[in-house]
């Protein structure tokens, strides 16, 4: 669902966003000043043929049937109006009407009730088998000594065919459609062209911030001009310039503290070395002394081990930030390395092993014992037996996992279980760990690297219960790290 997502929002960027919008706005504009024009021209053509059309017949009528004439009008003088009006037309009167003429039944039953009290002409557009056509009603008035003119009853109807104004209409929206249609391609031309326009400050200010992103600090804009845009760049570099200097305070701030404590750690050697020369002295003397100069040589003893232990971690991470750490390869076989490493620590009776021989790769024996004995002594320090090692391996891998039956990591700590100096327990105000034991394990495994295969230690947690750290170390790795 989510890659759905990414590849519809990529189909539906901004360039395709601004060509849809320049095209709904030019064909809603378009089709509106059409059909506008449309309907008003049409309205024209229409208004011109009836009164081309309704005009001189109503003038053929007046002038032919005169105003006061005897009522009622024989057949002859109905026949008379209509043969004067000509075409189709027919007289009415009544229940009499000329001979000839249209069709009375194509008109309209209210057309018929409504001309009798009319005292001006009235038309209506019928469909006459397909073909648009116009029923033309003239009412004859006479002149009524107290009311004025009236309708006399006498009243002359013609049919006309409207083929040749339907026809101007038709090439009307004929061509509105054609002009609107022009105006949506060059709305769609207008419109690449201002996205191509609009994006291209987007297109370098993306460029930029992935250049920023990918560490060249130094990236900026090129500012053209006064617009948001222009101001959209000036804010950018200001911000890219201001990101620059913290970073640069930061880098100094961390190479000053790493130098730091490798100058420390380089300089704690030789005086912790004269101590652990003179711990084991005590440590051999401590029986023969009393119990509380006995106990205080144990203690300084063992204090002096952690300090030493905790210098010995300072230098390798100091190592690994420098980019000095180098790997001394060598074909060796997993099981038997890693069989040694639990054998060395005593810790064979107290681990489950699951480790098929003749598994041959070629690696740091040294550092893959530091991994093994880290996840090891971490399993049993903190998690519950029984605690568990399998090795498998296949043509480009091999894969080393640790399993204890404890509790397992919490979700918190997941995330941060290979940051140096983290310790899950913050109970603890001292404890044997220094924090640096799984953050060097883990700048171990990366350290081994083959091509496009690149070492990785992982934590997580078992199913059924328990952590479980996953190391996978390329089966062939090259002679320089990575």
């Known amino acids: 669902m989510s890659r759905l997502r990414r590849i519809l929002g990529v189909a539906w ?50 002038d032919y049937a005169t105003y006061g004439q005897r009522l009622p009008p024989t057949q002859d ?74 309708p006399s009853g006498l009243e002359v109807y013609a049919k006309t065919s409207m083929s040749d104004q339907q026809t101007a209409v038709e090439k009307l929206a004929t061509s509105a459609w054609l002009y609107g249609s022009l105006a949506a391609l060059f709305a769609v031309i ?16 993306g460029i930029t911030a992935r250049q920023l992103g990918e560490g060249d600090l130094s990236a ?23 990101l620059e200097h913290h970073v640069g305070q ?15 750690s380089h300089e704690l050697r030789t005086p912790l070395a004269a101590m652990t020369a003179v711990t084991d002295v005590l440590d051999e003397e401590a029986p023969q002394l009393g119990d509380d100069a006995g106990q205080a040589a144990r203690l300084v003893s063992q204090e002096t081990r952690k300090l030493t232990r905790l210098v010995e971690d300072l230098m390798e991470v100091s190592r690994f930030d420098a980019g000095a750490a180098r790997l001394a390869l060598d074909d060796i076989d997993v099981a038997s390395a890693i069989g040694s490493t639990l054998r060395a620590r005593g810790w064979l009776g107290r681990v489950e092993t699951d480790l098929p021989s003749g598994v041959v790769a070629r690696l740091d024996p040294r550092r893959l014992d530091v991994i093994v004995a880290n996840l090891v002594g971490n399993a049993l320090k903190h998690g519950a037996p ?33 940051d140096r100096f983290y310790k899950a327990e913050f109970a603890r105000t001292r404890s044997e760990g220094s924090g640096l034991g799984l953050a060097i394990a883990w700048e171990n495994a990366r350290l081994h690297t083959s091509g496009g295969l690149h070492g990785s230690l992982e934590a997580t947690n ?8 996953i190391l996978r170390l390329p089966r062939v790795v090259g002679e320089e790290p990575a």
């Open 13 to 62: 960027g901004l360039r395709p966003r601004l060509v849809v919008a320049f095209v709904l706005i030019a064909a809603i504009s378009s089709a509106a000043a059409s059909g506008a024009t449309y309907i008003q021209a049409r309205r024209v053509v229409e208004n011109d043929a009836t009164d081309a059309i309704v005009q001189p017949m109503v003038s053929r009528v007046h």
């Open 77 to 150: 003088q109905l026949n008379s109006i209509a043969s004067e009006v000509g075409g189709n037309a027919v007289a009415v009167y009544q229940n009499m009407r000329s001979k000839g003429g249209m069709d009375l039944s194509v008109i309209t039953s209210e057309m018929r009730d409504e001309m009798r009290t009319r005292t001006d002409v009235m038309w209506q557009r019928i469909d006459d088998h397909g073909t648009p056509a116009m029923i033309i009603g003239i009412p004859v008035l006479a002149l009524q000594a107290t009311d004025g003119w009236k």
């Open 190 to 205: 207008v419109a690449l062209l201002a996205a191509r326009g609009v994006l291209r400050p987007v297109r370098r200010l």
């Open 220 to 242: 900026r804009l090129t500012v053209r001009g006064n617009d948001e845009m222009a101001e959209l760049a000036r804010t950018f570099n200001n911000t890219a310039a201001a």
């Open 250 to 264: 930061l880098r100094r701030m961390e190479a000053d503290a790493r130098r730091f404590v490798a100058d420390v």
């Open 386 to 418: 029984p605690v568990q090692v399998r090795l498998w391996a296949d043509h480009n891998w091999v894969d080393v996992r640790v399993m204890d039956s404890g509790p397992g990591l919490a979700p918190e700590v997941l995330p941060h279980v290979f």
């Open 462 to 469: 078992r199913p059924e219960g328990g952590a479980m750290f």
